[in-house]
Structure formats: structure tokens, C-alpha cells
T-cell receptor
Framework: KQEVTQIPAALSVPEGENLVLNCSFT??????LQWFRQDPGKGLTSLLL?????REQTSGRLNASLDKSSGRSTLYIAASQPGDSATYLC?????????FGGGTRLMVKP | DAGVIQSPRHEVTEMGQEVTLRCKPI?????LFWYRQTMMRGLELLIY????????DSGMPEDRFSAKMPNASFSTLKIQPSEPRDSAVYFC???????????FGSGTQLSVL
């Protein structure tokens, strides 16, 4: 059974810090890995998608990496801002559907 | 495109009542997913469709839950009879080819009293 784990569950940082969110998965049969952002009371918004053949993807201040051999992905956020405060979820696609981690709740303090 | 549209946004009902949640996927998307999110269990996949056909319903918790997709632009998730433990946020999501970016609706907050 696929399992996706995110560490830490919650993180609080001062504005301007660079930070890393971690995602680990147990199923080596991976098509892609997706990172999402969820604001309170809202749905999930896709941030980055990394195909299994790729090692990383970048969008603005966000960079996501994928290491299939170790079953890990990281989301790097540069120069964090209060507007980055949200819950970040990773989802592993191992066959037409995503299995999600429990998320990391991020708070960036001004 | 308006994105994935779900209705209602909030539903409050009494135990034993029938509840129907609705979803309109993004036009052209051929995969549709129903997820449930709770604090205890996180985001769980209930069922997904490909070209209107149910492919995997192993996540549907009980026979009280059923889902249909009569055409490419509409899906329903029905709970009959509803129970307090069904209280959660139910999300619909769609994608193209099933391996690409997943787009979520805003969810339906269900409270069963």
C-alpha cells in the first residue's frame, strides 16, 4: 500500500527565511509527484509537478526536487513571505491517482 | 475556464438524511476524482472515473456511499443514509489523462448532526 509522509507537520519561521518541506513515499512505481498549497477553507492549488524522469522543477521562489531512489521529494521556498502561510501537501501519482501526505502547516511571521 | 465547480459549498443535515454532492469538472478533462478530507485521516481518495466510467471505488467507505458520472460534465456523490462520522470536506478534482496536474474544486463542507 502506498504511504506518503510529510515532515514536519507544522513549521513557523520569520519572514525572509529560506525553508525546506519534506515528503517521503514508499511506492517506487511513481509517475509523478505534485506539490499543492491549501489555504484555510479552500481547495488545493497545484504548485509544481515533477515527472518521474525529472529531478526538479522551479516556479518563482519555489523549487521542488525528486529522488526516486530514496523515495523523497523536497519543496524549497526561498525568501519566505507572510503570504506563503498555508498548508502544503505532496501527492504521489503511482497509477492514475494521487496519494497524499498529511501536509505541513506553514506560518511565516512578519 | 471556471475551474472545477462543486455544489453546495456547505451542507448541514440530520443523521439518516440523504445527501447529494455535485461536481462539474473542467471541460476536456477525462479523469474525475472524489476525495474526502478530515483532520484525523487527511485527504483520502474515495473513487475516480475515467471517461465517465468508475475505475477504482476501493476508497468508498461503505455501501451508503455511491457515485455516478452520467456524462463528461457532471458527477454526483451520494450518501444515504448519512451519519455524523461522514462529516468532512468533500473535494472533487479533475485532470487530463490522469497523470497530469490535478485541479481541485473548492469543496463541500458536510456536517451531519
Amino acid at each position: 500500500k502506498q504511504e506518503v509522509t510529510q515532515i514536519p507537520a507544522a513549521l513557523s519561521v520569520p519572514e525572509g527565511e529560506n525553508l525546506v518541506l519534506n515528503c517521503s513515499f514508499t511506492d517506487s512505481a511513481i509517475y509523478n509527484l505534485q506539490w499543492f498549497r491549501q489555504d484555510p477553507g479552500k481547495g488545493l492549488t497545484s504548485l509544481l509537478l515533477i515527472q518521474s524522469s525529472q529531478r526538479e522543477q522551479t516556479s518563482g521562489r519555489l523549487n521542488a526536487s525528486l529522488d526516486k531512489s530514496s523515495g523523497r521529494s523536497t519543496l524549497y521556498i526561498a525568501a519566505s513571505q507572510p503570504g506563503d502561510s498555508a498548508t502544503y501537501l505532496c501527492g504521489q501519482n503511482a497509477g492514475n491517482m494521487l496519494t497524499f501526505g498529511g501536509g505541513t502547516r506553514l506560518m511565516v511571521k512578519p | 475556464d471556471a475551474g472545477v465547480i462543486q455544489s453546495p459549498r456547505h451542507e448541514v443535515t440530520e443523521m439518516g438524511q440523504e445527501v447529494t454532492l455535485r461536481c462539474k469538472p473542467i471541460s476536456g478533462h477525462d479523469y474525475l476524482f472524489w476525495y474526502r478530507q478530515t483532520m484525523m485521516r487527511g485527504l483520502e481518495l474515495l473513487i475516480y472515473f475515467n471517461n465517465n466510467v468508475p475505475i477504482d471505488d476501493s476508497g468508498m467507505p461503505e455501501d451508503r456511499f455511491s457515485a455516478k458520472m452520467p456524462n463528461a460534465s457532471f458527477s454526483t456523490l451520494k450518501i444515504q443514509p448519512s451519519e455524523p462520522r461522514d462529516s468532512a470536506v468533500y473535494f472533487c478534482a479533475s485532470s487530463f489523462w490522469g497523470t497530469e496536474k490535478l485541479f481541485f474544486g473548492s469543496g463541500t463542507q458536510l456536517s451531519v448532526l
